[in-house]
């Protein structure tokens, strides 16, 4: 058996500004060159776990310690922050946050430039990573610049290209394309099989991450490990869904065929299921697509460009009341951008009308009694520092009697699942409840179109499934609802029409399932299909066929 290079014996830690310990009686090991999943719900302890192993805990997060936590045989607490950063190398979830160069190769650079590397060699190993993480053309760019995509790849190529024993990946996938995400799996399953790391990864996106082999799964929630061991075995059985987890969508959809995974094998990797034969014969009885609501906005010919590059290309869209809509498309191909143009943030050639009037010399505040805008990164909308306090504040600034700003505040807290967190700094929460927080200020205000960037980014099933639902509500209620995103399967479940961008243009104005089913449209904008396509081919059953049985068993099930 390889050597322990990382150990918990009975540890626990409880931060400083917190009455109970986050994580609770630890036991885990983890070998040198295992590759190794760490899953759970929001606010479980994942990502304080996380911290303790790069030394953020305790050297700026303090708290106390109790038990054993060993790295490389040694007590990993009495290690410097930068011996600590030796052995382990850091991907943020947030990473604006670690971003320190002014340019994209500075920021590469920084790190071999602490270990006083040889100019001719740091610009060698600069160009290697800038090469293997499509970031040649980038290199002078500011990195605060870039798309949410191509600034994990960058954060990626700035720890990697310091090459260390232990690679820690904290939600790798959350702002990739669907094609992005699956070549970064592919690009750290290759960098642990050539390098022997210990590769960690702490990530939502199950069967993302599965795409590539896993040698174990640590499931923990409320700061215990309640799952250590291998893929299949967890797949098996219910501790996905009591946790807040979504399993792949190819074996959601086998258990609505009526078949049980006991017994089964391979269950990570749907290529090598061995699935028994099965007898099917499947109505094709289409959903019927969702008749388009009256016109309620319009932009014609709208363009725009940061510099000489254009961003939007002669952009025609006609979004109608009560509409479902998700933008898809590849990391910088002018979704945000679009967003912006949306809500007024920049200036853009074209026109615009709502409800047949020309609303182009709007005022961005007058705009946003139209839409409101969610963005992709909670810690660009956060400006006060009580949770109850943020999502009062547009209420306030609009006079909002304060009996009525309570009972509203306190509605919204429930359905975001952060009702008994209202009291609480938010300081004290993690990315993804921040999340939470900022889409709460803006359901708050109860715009008509309301218009999300990754809604569901770093959400575990459980808020996913509330936030979605109550997303489906505000729709019913005539909210229009548009969300960019890279999730596939929340475009299917959740949107009646998507918008595919590549380039500055919309490549597409089409169902999700025709969308899904176009092989030539998925390649031009880095999507894939969902996993239901990849069944549906293995069982010799027709994609659209099964995705219609898919879609009414689901119905079924949120009606």
């Not at 498309?329 to 920049?346: P, Q, V």
């Amino acid at each position: 058996m390889n050597k322990a290079i990382i150990q918990f014996k009975d540890f626990s830690f409880q931060y400083q500004a917190q009455s109970e310990p986050t994580l609770k009686d630890i036991n885990l090991t983890i070998y040198e060159g295992e590759k190794v999943l760490i899953v759970g719900p929001s606010g479980s302890g994942k990502s304080t776990l996380g911290q303790c192993l790069n030394g953020i805990i305790p050297h700026i997060y303090k708290g106390q310690a109790q038990g054993q936590f060993l790295i490389q045989g040694k007590p990993a607490f009495e290690q410097t922050i930068y011996d600590k950063s030796n052995q382990v190398s850091t991907v943020l979830q947030d990473t604006d946050g670690q971003f320190i160069g002014l340019s994209v190769a500075e920021d590469l650079a920084f790190a071999l430039e602490n270990d006083v590397e040889p100019l001719a060699r740091m610009r060698e190993k600069i160009n290697h990573w800038a090469e293997k993480l499509d970031l040649k053309q980038l290199l002078e760019h500011r990195p605060q610049d870039l798309s949410g995509g191509q600034k994990q790849r960058v954060s990626l190529a700035g720890v990697l290209i310091d090459e260390s024993p232990i690679l820690l990946f904290d939600e790798p996938l959350a702002n990739l394309d669907p094609k992005s995400g699956q070549d970064i799996i592919d690009l750290i399953d290759q960098l642990h099989q050539e390098g022997h790391t210990s590769t960690i990864i702490i990530e939502h996106r199950l069967e993302d991450v599965l795409y590539r082999q896993v040698d174990r799964i640590v499931l923990i929630n409320d700061g215990r490990i309640l799952f250590d061991g291998r893929p299949d075995d967890l797949l098996k059985g219910s501790l996905l869904a009591e946790n807040g987890i979504r399993e792949p969508l190819y074996l959601t959809t086998l258990k609505e065929l009526g078949l049980s995974l006991t017994g089964l094998k391979q269950l990570a990797n749907l290529e090598e299921l061995d699935l028994p034969k099965l007898d099917l014969s499947l109505e094709s009885s289409k959903i019927p697509l969702k008749e388009r609501g009256e016109p309620l906005f319009e932009l014609t010919d709208v363009s725009f460009s940061y510099g000489e590059k254009k961003v939007l290309d002669a952009i025609d869209l006609k979004i109608g009341k009560g509409e479902r809509i998700a933008i898809v498309g590849k990391n910088g191909a002018g979704k945000s951008t679009l967003a912006k143009a949306l809500c007024r943030f920049i200036r853009t050639q074209g026109s615009y009308s709502w409800q047949g009037q020309d609303i182009k010399e709007d005022s961005i505040k007058e705009r946003a009694e139209r839409i409101g805008y969610v963005l992709q990164n909670p810690n660009q909308m956060i400006s006060t520092t009580m949770i109850f306090d943020e999502v009062a504040l547009g209420l306030r600034l609009r006079g909002v009697a304060e009996s009525e700003i309570e009972e509203r505040v306190l509605a919204v807290l429930k359905t975001c699942g952060l009702y008994e967190f209202r009291k609480w700094p938010i300081s004290a929460l993690s990315f993804g409840q921040k999340k939470r927080v900022t889409i709460a200020s803006i359901l708050v205000l109860n715009p008509e179109i309301i218009l999300l960037d990754e809604p569901t980014a770093g959400q575990d099933q459980r808020n996913y499934q509330e936030i979605m639902d109550f997303l489906d509500q505000l729709n019913r209620e005539g909210h229009t609802i548009i969300m960019i995103t890279h999730d596939m399967q929340l475009m299917l479940d959740y949107s009646d029409r998507a918008l595919v961008v590549a380039d500055g243009r919309i490549l597409a104005d089409q169902s999700p399932v025709e969308v899904l089913t176009n092989q030539e449209l998925l390649a031009a904008a880095n999507l894939k299909e969902t996993s239901i396509f990849s069944l549906a081919r293995k069982l010799g059953l027709n994609p659209l066929d099964l995705t219609d049985f898919y879609m009414r068993e689901r119905g079924k099930t949120h009606v």
